[in-house]
C-alpha cells in the first residue's frame, strides 16, 4: 500500500502491518498459491487500465474506506503498475442508495482481482458502522454509550472493532490481554469475587479490572473490594435501577445480556453507562456495496 494510505490507516487508530496481515491472508484465500485470476488474465489485456467506481446499493454508514484502497494497492504490488484511490465519501459518513464512495483508477486486471476482498471487506465493516449507528441513535440524549465485545469473526477483530468506532460506538477491549474480565466462572473458581479481584490486581497491578455481577449485594461487593466497572449481567430495568442507586458515581455501570434495540431507551433510562452489545459484530448484517467499471 501506499505511504498515504498507511497514514490513513495510522490516523483511524489501525496498524497498517496488521491490515496488511488481513488482506494478505484474504487475497492468498482468493488467488491460490499461485496468486492467480484466472479470468481476469485471460480476458483483459495486461497494459489495459481502467476506473471503477465502489457505489452504495443501501442507504448505511460507510466504514473501511482505506482498508478497500490497501487491498486495491496491495493486488498491484510486484506489477510495476499503480492503483489511485480517490475517496468521495468519509468513514462514519451516512450515505444513501447509489452514493459513490470512491474512485479506484489503474490495471484492469489488479481492479477486478481485488474487487471481492475489497467488497468483503468493506461491505463488513460498512454494516457493523450501520447497525452500530442505530444503537447510537436509540441511546442520543441518555448519557449511555454502546459497547461491543469479543463475539467478532476470528482474524477480524481490529477491522469490526474500527467500524463500530466509526457507527458512534465504543470499543470494551480489544482482547484477553489488556483488560481483566471476572466473571461468574471466575469468581466460583477463586472463592468469591473478592477474592478473585485481589488475586487479580496482585498479579497484574494497574491493570483495568472490570467484574460482572448479577446482584445488588454483589455489586455492593465489587465495589467495596475495589472495582470501578461493573458489568450488571441479564438484569432488568428495575434491578439496574436499584444498582445505580447503591453504587452511586463510585463505578461505571454497563448493562449487558439480551439487549435489543427495542428496549435501549428503556434500559439506558436506568442511568448505566453502557449497553453492551454483541450483535453489533456478530449479527450485523452486510451493508450492500459494488464495485462498477466506468463505461468507456
Not at 21 to 46: C, H, N
Not at 264 to 287: C, K, Q, R, W
Request: glycine share 8%; with cysteine.
Amino acid at each position: 500500500m501506499n505511504p498515504s494510505t498507511e497514514a490513513a490507516l495510522r490516523a483511524d487508530g489501525l496498524d497498517p502491518a496488521a491490515v496488511r496481515r488481513i488482506i494478505d491472508t484474504a487475497l492468498t484465500e482468493d488467488l491460490g498459491p499461485e496468486r492467480l485470476d484466472v479470468t481476469s488474465a485471460a480476458t483483459i489485456p495486461a497494459d489495459q487500465v481502467d476506473t471503477a467506481e465502489l457505489v452504495a446499493r443501501a442507504d448505511g454508514v460507510v466504514a473501511g474506506l482505506h482498508v478497500a484502497a490497501a487491498v486495491f494497492q496491495l493486488a498491484a504490488t510486484g506489477s510495476g503498475r499503480t492503483v489511485e484511490v480517490v475517496l468521495r465519501a468519509r468513514d462514519g459518513d451516512r450515505v444513501t442508495r447509489g452514493a459513490v464512495l470512491a474512485t479506484v483508477t489503474g490495471p484492469t486486471r489488479h481492479l477486478l482481482t481485488a474487487e471481492r476482498t475489497a467488497l468483503n471487506l468493506l461491505c463488513r465493516m460498512s454494516g457493523v458502522a450501520t447497525h452500530t449507528r442505530a444503537w447510537a441513535d436509540v441511546l442520543a440524549g441518555s448519557k449511555a454509550t454502546v459497547l461491543d465485545t469479543r463475539k467478532t469473526t476470528p482474524g477480524l477483530r481490529i477491522l469490526e472493532k474500527y467500524a463500530v468506532r466509526a457507527g458512534g460506538g465504543t470499543n470494551k477491549r480489544m482482547g484477553l490481554y489488556d483488560v481483566a474480565m471476572i466473571k461468574d466462572n471466575h469468581k466460583l473458581a477463586a472463592g468469591g469475587i473478592t477474592a478473585a479481584y485481589q488475586r487479580v490486581t496482585e498479579s497484574f497491578p494497574g491493570l483495568p479490572v472490570q467484574v460482572e455481577v448479577t446482584t445488588v449485594a454483589e455489586a455492593v461487593e465489587a465495589v467495596e473490594a475495589g472495582a470501578d466497572f461493573l458489568l450488571c449481567d441479564n438484569m432488568t430495568p428495575a434491578l439496574l435501577t436499584e444498582v445505580v442507586a447503591a453504587v452511586g458515581d463510585r463505578a461505571e455501570l454497563e448493562a449487558t445480556g439480551g439487549l435489543t434495540l427495542d428496549v435501549a431507551a428503556e434500559f439506558a433510562a436506568t442511568g448505566v453507562d453502557y449497553l453492551s452489545v454483541g450483535a453489533l459484530t456478530h449479527s450485523a448484517p452486510i451493508m450492500d456495496i459494488a464495485l462498477d467499471l466506468r463505461s468507456a
